[in-house]
C-alpha cells in the first residue's frame, strides 16, 4: 500500500524560495506509468494542481504556475520535490503531494504553508 508524506518548513517570507518534499513509501516512484503530482488547495481558490512528474523523470507544469515552479526527485530516497520561487501571500495553502495512476489518485495528508513578513 502506498503512503505519502509531506515535509517542509510550515512559514516562509514572501519573495522567499519554498521547497516541499514527498516522501514515499510502499512504492517505487520508478515504476512504470505512474505519475507524483502536487496540488494545493486554499479556501478562496479552491484546489489547483500545480504539476507532475513522470516515472521517466519527465514533467508537466499548470501554466499558471509554470515561470515560479519546478519539480525533481531523489530516486535514492524514493522522494520528490515542488519548489515554488518567490512566493507571495497568494500562495498560502496546504499542499498535498499525490500518486496517479491514471484512473485514481493517491493522496498525503497535506501540509499548510503560509507565505507572510
Known amino acids: 500500500q502506498v503512503q505519502l508524506q509531506e515535509s517542509g518548513p510550515g512559514l516562509v517570507k514572501p519573495s522567499e524560495t519554498r521547497s516541499v518534499t514527498c516522501t514515499v513509501s510502499g512504492y517505487s516512484i520508478t515504476t512504470n506509468f505512474l505519475s507524483w503530482a502536487w496540488f494545493r488547495h486554499s479556501p478562496g481558490k479552491g484546489l489547483e494542481g500545480i504539476g507532475y512528474?513522470?516515472?521517466?523523470?519527465?514533467?508537466s507544469y499548470s501554466p499558471s504556475l509554470k515561470s515560479r515552479t519546478a519539480l525533481s526527485r531523489d530516486t535514492s530516497k524514493n522522494q520528490f520535490t515542488l519548489h515554488l520561487y518567490t512566493v507571495s501571500p497568494e500562495d498560502t495553502a496546504v499542499y498535498y503531494c499525490?500518486?496517479?495512476?491514471?484512473?485514481?489518485?493517491?493522496w498525503g495528508r497535506g501540509t499548510q504553508v503560509t507565505v507572510s513578513s
Open positions: 512528474i513522470r516515472y521517466s523523470g519527465s514533467t
Open positions: 499525490a500518486r496517479s495512476t491514471g484512473l485514481t489518485l493517491n
